[in-house]
């Protein structure tokens, strides 16, 4: 079992950025499509980035433009660069490899929170 670990978040000011890291315990981490979800209080997870084994990315509409999604495979990390942040965007964020629309292939790590101030 591929354990996950998030990093990276903290509290900043609308406008401001953020680097999250995503590192697996395995090298299988490699081979996978990887997301990057978040969870507001109150709201569903959602998937808001993702990256193919091979570097195919896409975004959730809110996001575009803001984020992007990396990976270094050499590192079994994943990346996800935050900038212009607004305070809707305020959540715990997680990684896992998705499957379908719904499900995820390792258990969920413990997040790392995002905070965003007006």
């Known amino acids: 079992q591929v354990q996950l670990v998030e990093s990276g978040g903290g509290l900043v000011q609308a406008g401001g950025s953020l680097r999250l890291l995503c590192t697996a315990s395995a090298s299988t981490f490699r081979s996978e499509t990887i997301g990057w979800y978040r969870q507001a209080p109150g709201n569903r997870r959602e998937l808001v980035a993702g990256i193919s084994p091979s570097g195919s990315t896409s975004y959730v509409d809110s996001v575009k433009g803001r984020f992007t999604i990396s990976r270094d495979n050499a590192k079994n990390t994943v990346y996800l660069q935050m900038n212009s942040l607004k305070p809707e965007d305020t959540a715990v964020y997680y990684c896992?490899?998705?499957?379908?629309?719904?499900?995820?292939?390792?258990?969920w790590g413990q997040g790392t929170q995002v905070t965003v101030t007006p």
């Open positions: 896992n490899a998705p499957v379908g629309s719904t499900l995820v292939t390792w258990s």
